[in-house]
């Protein structure tokens, strides 16, 4: 099997020949993306276990504490993944001023 090198771009079923530092990137966003979405389905799939089981014992039931709880956590997973995928991350944007500040010494 070929491997993509600097000079051969990598092709994609679904598009023309892709470079590969674009591939990369492209694939950093889609590991961001499920990230998220497996990190919301199992919220989803185990605060809907805790109430099916509350609902089934006929107690109370105690879901808000870990819905608020963790859904504080997904949300600002959420924020970040959004900050990450609108454009350069913060390491980026400070490594370009920390070069552009030393290259005019």
Same mark, same amino acid.
């Given at each position: 099997m070929n491997t993509p090198t600097a000079r051969d771009p990598i092709h994609?079923?679904?598009s023309a020949p892709v470079a590969p530092d674009l591939h990369a990137l492209a694939a950093r966003r889609v590991d961001l993306k499920l990230g998220f979405l497996t990190h919301l389905g199992v919220f989803l799939a185990v605060n809907t276990g805790l109430a099916l089981l509350g609902y089934l014992?006929?107690?109370?039931?105690?879901?808000?504490?870990p819905v608020w709880g963790w859904g504080i956590g997904l949300v600002a997973h959420a924020v970040g993944t959004a900050i990450? %995928?609108? @454009?350069p991350s913060l390491r980026e944007r %400070?490594? @370009?001023?920390e070069l552009a500040a030393l290259?005019?010494?």
């Open positions: 994609t079923p679904a014992r006929g107690g109370e039931l105690h879901l808000p504490f990450s %995928l609108s @454009g %400070l490594m @370009g001023a290259q005019k010494r």
